[in-house]
């Protein structure tokens, strides 16, 4: 985690942190310990192996690109907190965007149960849930999704959202169609949020993301 408490009751981000201080969960209150190295991103961790709820199984590259979209956003001049905690619903999502859009960053596998469940969660307190997966893989004339990928899927607006890690890019999937099994075909675009020149910026899905579109890519003809 990347956001904990300090013995003040203060919510303290993991790049002001100290080794020096104690801190804890701001979720369960239980102790967590501080780490941080010359290959590791500063970031929070429960000591031993404890079984709560609110412990996520976040990888290092999560980190990073949590981080990096809460500064690209408030470079935006947008609100955002991260890992906010709703006690209502016991989630605290990666990032919210101006109190009415959480983001939620999934490089790794989890139970699509579970996709559902937060999905769901965040929609009852009136959060539009965004969820940001790995890139998949892309064949000469089509995609091929996994089942768990294809669980990401927005059914209404017929889109897809992934991180390709090899040049740090944001992807948008947009017009998915399933032609057959685990093949899709879909226009494929770069999203580059960024604060200059912003006459060039285009609103995706009412202001959820900020991009600019750089190439798109017709996988094939409907």
């Given at each position: 985690m990347l956001v904990t408490m300090n013995q003040d009751g203060?919510?303290?981000?993991?790049?002001n942190a100290s080794k020096c201080q104690h801190y804890v969960c701001p979720y369960c209150k239980s102790s967590v310990v501080f780490k941080h190295g010359c290959s590791m991103l500063p970031h929070f961790a429960h000591k031993g192996?404890?079984?709560?709820?609110?412990?996520?199984?976040?990888?290092?590259?999560?980190?990073?690109?949590?981080?990096?979209?809460?500064?690209?956003?408030?470079?935006?001049n947008r609100h955002v907190q991260i890992e906010p905690y709703f006690a209502e619903i016991s989630q605290y999502p990666d990032i919210v965007v101006d109190s009415h859009y959480a983001i939620e960053v999934q490089l790794s596998k989890i139970n699509v149960s579970q996709i559902i469940h937060r999905t769901l969660g965040l929609n009852s307190i009136g959060l539009e849930v965004y969820w940001l997966i790995d890139d998949i893989c892309r064949r000469k004339s089509y995609l091929e999704l996994t089942q768990f990928q294809s669980s990401f899927i927005n059914t209404v607006s017929r889109t897809l959202i992934t991180w390709n890690s090899a040049d740090s890019s944001m992807i948008l999937y947009s017009q998915i169609q399933n032609i057959s099994g685990k093949k899709f075909v879909a226009k494929r675009s770069y999203l580059i949020i960024v604060k200059e020149d912003k006459s060039k910026h285009i609103n995706y899905l009412k202001n959820r993301f900020y991009y600019i579109q750089t190439s798109v890519e017709e996988l094939i003809l409907y």
């Amino acid at each position: 985690m990347l956001v904990t408490m300090n013995q003040d009751g203060q919510r303290i981000l993991a790049k002001n942190a100290s080794k020096c201080q104690h801190y804890v969960c701001p979720y369960c209150k239980s102790s967590v310990v501080f780490k941080h190295g010359c290959s590791m991103l500063p970031h929070f961790a429960h000591k031993g192996r404890t079984k709560h709820k609110c412990i996520k199984t976040d990888i290092a590259q999560h980190y990073h690109l949590k981080l990096y979209l809460s500064q690209a956003y408030r470079r935006l001049n947008r609100h955002v907190q991260i890992e906010p905690y709703f006690a209502e619903i016991s989630q605290y999502p990666d990032i919210v965007v101006d109190s009415h859009y959480a983001i939620e960053v999934q490089l790794s596998k989890i139970n699509v149960s579970q996709i559902i469940h937060r999905t769901l969660g965040l929609n009852s307190i009136g959060l539009e849930v965004y969820w940001l997966i790995d890139d998949i893989c892309r064949r000469k004339s089509y995609l091929e999704l996994t089942q768990f990928q294809s669980s990401f899927i927005n059914t209404v607006s017929r889109t897809l959202i992934t991180w390709n890690s090899a040049d740090s890019s944001m992807i948008l999937y947009s017009q998915i169609q399933n032609i057959s099994g685990k093949k899709f075909v879909a226009k494929r675009s770069y999203l580059i949020i960024v604060k200059e020149d912003k006459s060039k910026h285009i609103n995706y899905l009412k202001n959820r993301f900020y991009y600019i579109q750089t190439s798109v890519e017709e996988l094939i003809l409907y």
